[in-house]
C-alpha cells in the first residue's frame, strides 16, 4: 500500500512538472484577454445563433478563462444582458475545449494527436451546438429563463458603474492582467490537485484489466461508439472539470480508453454533477435536461467523428503509441522541460509581484476577490452578488460560490 501511493504521488508530481510551465502560460494569457478584453463587446458580438456569431463565441471562448464554473457564469451573464442562449452556450465550450494551456497539457501529456482533436472536436462542437440548440430548446423556454434570471439578478446585477478600459501599455493595466492570472490559478487549486493526484493514483493502482472490462474493445466501429458514448459519463461521475480532466484522460489513455472515448471525455467538462445543478439553478429542470442531453450527445459525436476523421487521414494515435510507462515518469537533469519550468517560475514570480503591487500602481478599479474560491472577478459583469443586510456588497464569479457563501453566513 505505502509503495502504491508513494508511486501515485511521484507520478501526479511528475505530470505537474510536465506540464508547470504550460499552465503558467496558458493562465498568463488568459488573464491578460481577461483584463484587456471588454465583457461589453462580447455581449454585443452573440446576439444570435448565427455563423457569425458563433463564430465569434468560439474566438472570444478560446481566449478566455478555462474554468467551467466561470465560463457557464459569465455565459450565464452574457445571456442575461442580451446574448443569444445559443451563442452563450458556445463561448462556454469554447471556454472549456479551446483554450491555450488546454492543449498544450495534452500535447505534453498524452500526443500531439490529442491537442489537435482538441482544436478540431471543439470547433465541431460549436458548430453542433448552433445546429441543435435552438431546434431543441424553444424560443419560449429561453424568454422566460431570461425573465427569471433578470427578476433574481438584477438588470445589472452589479452596482450601475460601466465597465472601465484598460491600457496595455501601462503597468496598472498589466497588474489587473496579473490579477486575473492570480485569480484564476487560486480559484483552480483545488481542480488541478485533484486531477493530478487522482490521475496517479488511477495510473499507478488499477489494473489494466479493470479498464479493459468497462471499455468495450475489438468490435471496431461499435467499440469506438461505446467509448464515446461512456467518456462523458465518466466526466460526469468524475467532478474534476476544466484542465483538472487532463491528467485523468491521460490515464485513461494509458489504461486502454479508445482515442474517441478520451476526447470525449475530455469534452464533457461542462457537464459535471455540480455544473448540471447549476444549469438547474439558472435555467430550471426542463432546460437542463435539454442541456445535457444534447451537451452529452455533442460531445460523444465529437470525439467519435474526431477518431474517424484521424483515422482516414492516418494521424490517429494507436495502441502502440500508448504510455507503457508510468505517465508522471520524468527524466531529472537540466533538460528542455526543466528550463521552461525554472523561466516560467520566474514569470509568475513577476506576476505575484504585479498582483501585490496593483493598488500602487493604481489598478484594480472594478475589481473584486471571490471569497470563496479567490478568483478575480470584475464587478461591473460579476456571475453573482449577495447585498447583506448591512449594506455590504460582495461579488462572486458564479452562483456556486454565492450559495457556498450564504450558506456559511446565514
Known amino acids: 500500500m505505502a509503495n502504491t501511493l508513494w508511486h501515485s504521488l511521484t507520478d501526479a508530481g511528475g505530470m505537474l512538472w510536465e506540464t508547470l510551465w504550460a499552465l503558467v502560460l496558458g493562465f498568463g494569457l488568459s488573464g491578460a484577454v481577461q483584463a484587456f478584453v471588454s465583457r ?17 463565441a468560439g474566438f472570444f471562448g478560446a481566449v478566455s478563462s478555462s474554468c467551467s464554473y466561470a465560463a457557464t457564469a459569465l455565459a450565464k451573464t452574457l445571456f442575461v444582458r442580451g446574448a443569444d442562449f445559443t451563442a452563450a452556450q458556445a463561448f462556454a465550450f469554447a471556454s472549456t475545449n479551446l483554450v491555450v494551456e488546454l492543449g498544450i497539457v495534452l500535447w505534453l501529456l498524452i500526443g500531439w494527436q490529442f491537442a489537435l482533436a482538441e482544436l478540431v472536436g471543439g470547433a465541431l462542437m460549436v458548430a453542433l451546438i448552433g445546429l441543435v440548440l435552438p431546434r431543441v430548446v424553444r424560443p419560449a ?26 491600457d496595455p501599455r501601462t503597468l496598472a493595466g498589466w497588474a489587473d492582467a496579473a490579477a486575473y492570472t492570480v485569480g484564476d490559478l487560486t480559484m483552480l487549486r483545488r481542480e488541478l490537485v485533484i486531477g493530478f493526484l487522482v490521475a496517479g493514483l488511477l495510473d499507478t493502482a488499477v489494473p489494466l484489466s479493470f479498464w479493459r472490462s468497462l471499455f468495450a474493445t475489438g468490435h471496431g466501429f461499435w467499440s469506438a461508439v461505446e467509448n464515446a458514448v461512456l467518456g462523458p459519463f465518466l466526466a460526469i461521475l468524475s467532478f474534476v472539470c476544466s484542465i483538472g480532466n487532463v491528467p485523468l484522460a491521460a490515464a485513461l489513455w494509458s489504461g486502454g480508453i479508445g482515442f474517441g472515448g478520451v476526447v470525449a471525455f475530455v469534452f464533457a467538462d461542462l457537464i459535471t454533477l455540480p455544473l448540471l445543478l447549476i444549469y438547474r439553478r439558472y435555467y430550471g429542470t426542463r432546460i437542463t435536461a435539454k442541456l445535457l442531453a444534447v451537451f452529452w450527445a455533442t460531445m460523444s459525436v465529437a470525439g467519435l467523428a474526431v477518431e474517424g476523421l484521424f483515422h482516414v487521414a492516418g494521424i490517429a494515435p494507436g495502441s502502440t503509441s500508448r504510455l507503457h510507462k508510468h505517465v508522471g515518469d520524468v527524466t531529472v537533469g537540466w533538460n528542455a522541460t526543466t528550463v521552461l519550468d525554472v523561466v516560467s517560475l520566474v514569470v509568475l514570480a513577476g506576476i505575484v509581484v504585479l498582483y501585490r503591487q496593483r493598488e500602487r500602481l493604481g489598478a484594480g478599479a472594478n475589481l473584486a476577490v471571490d471569497p470563496v474560491c479567490g478568483m478575480t472577478v470584475d464587478t461591473t459583469h460579476p456571475g453573482a452578488v449577495l447585498v447583506q443586510s448591512d449594506g455590504t456588497t460582495t461579488y462572486f464569479c458564479s452562483d456556486h460560490c454565492k450559495h457556498r457563501y450564504a450558506s456559511t453566513v446565514s
Open 141 to 166: 423556454e429561453t424568454a422566460a429563463a431570461r425573465a427569471t434570471l433578470t427578476a433574481a439578478d438584477g438588470q445589472h446585477g452589479a452596482d450601475g458603474r460601466e465597465e472601465t478600459s484598460r
Open 40 to 56: 461589453a463587446r462580447m455581449q454585443r458580438a452573440l446576439g444570435d445563433s448565427s455563423p457569425a456569431s458563433l463564430a465569434r
